[in-house]
């Protein structure tokens, strides 16, 4: 049985951010090349103001294949707006504004309602917004960006730490490289999930990060600091999740008093010991239930929770689902982390219940002092 391929029709203009184009190109051609039946896959065509090369903003050249005139979305099944940053000096800062292209805004709006899909990589979620296809929407865009995109359309609902969105037909990524997760999502959308993950590994891609992923990983948190001590202090922490950790512990390891210590912190990350731990640890949970075949109880053990429980509730905070939903909806078809039995799980509790009472509490910053009283004690992580 023959199939039509689905036409994939990225919009470039001068000023556009290549890798928002080539990235989702290149995810398609690789998914086209990898389908065992011939005409399931996708064709991609780059559509433009006229034949004249557009300049991307990294410098690199593009040609249309076709022309926005030419072009009336009749036989287009996916539309890729990718985004166009313009940064200007201000200070010592920089301020970044996204780019509106009057002409790919006029023909977004016009041939938008005949397309089944829409999508947005980086900034061009502002041209999407503009055209009115994220009113009463849950969107997001290029973090640098998104506090413009929720001040000038306060109908759009911004995500401004998700890497992709989806919103019914619309979906929305996050800066850059983030277009090459969504539209590794879009493959596995119309192909399924294992044929996306195989396009990914054709593609070297380390991980597909899921939609609701924040935008910033760990090792970008770690970069972002300006103390180096911080910085190594994180990458142990990464290392050590399954551990317990204390806030003394950690203080000491830096060599500060607790309180100088949580201040620090604080100031480096935006976040306390205990809100950084919990999130490292739901990370790391994540990736567990997405590629490896663990019990969801071994799965905690192993990143430091002291209780399924504790578990659960950290999971849903983070996350607003269960790990067993979050599993049946990320769940690969690879497992390359080796199980643990349940006589491990038990003996993994266990050994924790001796060390602590109760269930895990996240360490904290320590509480003010009452007059007359001395500091209450952080409880361990």
């Not at 996916?78 to 970044?96: C, K, N, Q």
């Not at 947005?120 to 296809?133: F, I, P, R, W």
């Not at 996050?174 to 493959?187: E, F, N, P, Q, R």
Request: glycine share 8%; charged share 20%; net charge positive.
């Amino acid at each position: 049985m023959s199939h039509q391929p689905r036409r994939i029709a990225i919009a470039v203009f001068d000023g556009v951010e290549s890798l928002d184009v080539t990235g989702p190109a290149q995810v398609f051609s690789t998914a086209s090349r990898l389908l065992d039946r011939s005409g399931r896959g996708y064709t991609v065509e780059l559509v433009g103001a006229g034949p004249a090369p557009v300049h991307c903003a990294g410098g690199v050249r593009l040609l249309a294949d076709r022309t926005f005139a030419d072009s009336d979305g009749e036989r287009v099944d996916t539309l890729v707006v990718p985004g166009g940053l313009r940064i200007r000096p201000e200070g010592v800062e920089a301020v970044v504004e996204a780019v509106i292209d009057p002409e790919v805004l006029a023909w977004v709006a016009r041939v938008a309602p005949r397309v089944r899909r829409v999508v947005s990589v980086c900034a061009g979620a502002h041209t999407l917004a503009a055209a009115g296809l994220l009113t009463g929407r849950r969107a997001t865009t290029h973090w640098a960006t998104a506090e413009a995109l929720a001040e000038r359309h306060p109908d759009v609902t911004v995500d401004a730490d998700a890497v992709y969105v989806r919103s019914g037909p619309v979906w929305t990524g996050a800066g850059v490289s983030a277009g090459i997760d969504m539209s590794l999502a879009l493959v596995a959308d119309d192909h399924g999930r294992r044929h996306a993950l195989a396009t990914a590994k054709w593609m070297v891609m380390y991980l597909q990060r899921p939609g609701d992923q924040s935008q910033f990983s760990a090792p970008l948190k770690r970069q972002n600091t300006a103390r180096t001590d911080i910085a190594e202090l994180l990458a142990w922490i990464d290392a050590h999740l399954a551990e317990r950790l204390t806030v003394p512990d950690l203080a000491a390891r830096m060599g500060l008093g607790e309180r100088q210590f949580a201040r620090v912190f604080l100031r480096e990350t935006g976040s306390t010991p205990a809100t950084y731990l919990d999130a490292q640890r739901v990370h790391a949970a994540r990736r567990l239930l997405q590629e490896s075949d663990l019990t969801v109880a071994a799965i905690g053990a192993r990143c430091g929770f002291g209780s399924v429980h504790s578990f659960h509730r950290a999971f849903k905070r983070h996350t607003s689902v269960t790990p067993q939903v979050y599993r049946r909806h990320f769940t690969s078809a690879a497992a390359p982390v080796p199980a643990v039995t349940p006589q491990e799980t038990r003996s993994i509790w266990s050994s924790r219940r001796t060390r602590r009472t109760g269930s895990l509490r996240s360490c904290a910053t320590p509480s003010p002092a009452r007059p007359g009283s001395s500091p209450t004690a952080p409880p361990p992580c």
